[in-house]
């Protein structure tokens, strides 16, 4: 079984990721390998973020390492809030205070429309490589939903009628921006 460091501390992201790569991998997180400390993420891009933080931990184990970086990007907000995703509403919000922004931003505005990207960047045998998985929804008015987390109860898919805090993490898993990455990723560390 391989065994690849994820650059991740956040238990859901790891849960989920491990659940897509499936018995093919040992799918490790930060604190697994004895590394506590928050990664810095100054990156103005998706890309550079999760370069930044794949690169950190691959100068400090010199194993294969990957790390993601996802951000909510709405059309009529000019693709915010983007790479400030997690930090939307303050340095030191939570997920509740980032979802109560983006509503009242968005209150009496007709396009909905948005995407969630996640950008993946790997280091595998020292080599740099990015995968990257997008999924097209809008943004609903109310939040629903217990599953999931970030801005899952107020995003509504493509081709669904339910938020992604309502379709629960085996469908999530299936179709989220993060799976279709993690499968990119998945896909080419098989063909190798």
């Keep these: 079984m391989k065994r690849l460091v994820f650059s991740t501390n956040n238990a859901h992201k790891l849960e989920e990721v491990s659940a897509i790569l499936g018995n093919d991998f040992e799918v490790l997180g930060l604190r697994d390998i004895g590394i506590n400390e928050d990664i810095p993420e100054t990156g103005k891009t998706l890309e550079e973020n999760a370069f930044i933080k794949a690169s ?36 030191q919000c939570c997920a509740k205070d980032n979802v109560e922004k983006l509503l009242s ?46 801005y899952d109860p107020v ?31 998945d896909t080419f560390l098989k063909n190798r």
């Design 56 to 91: 950190y931990i691959y100068e400090k184990k010199k194993c294969d390492c990957f790390a993601d970086d996802t951000g909510l990007e709405v059309e009529a907000l000019d693709n915010a809030p983007g790479v400030y995703s997690a930090r939307y509403a303050g340095e």
């Design 105 to 150: 931003e968005l209150e009496g505005v007709e396009n909905r429309k948005a995407r969630f990207r996640t950008v993946i960047a790997a280091i595998i045998d020292g080599k740099k490589y990015s995968f990257e998985g997008i999924i097209k929804g809008v943004i609903i008015n109310t939040p629903k939903g217990e599953a999931g987390f970030g």
């Design 155 to 185: 995003f509504m898919p493509d081709g669904y009628d339910k938020t992604f805090a309502e379709l629960g993490n085996d469908i999530k898993n299936k179709i989220s921006h993060r799976a279709l990455a993690v499968k990119e990723l």
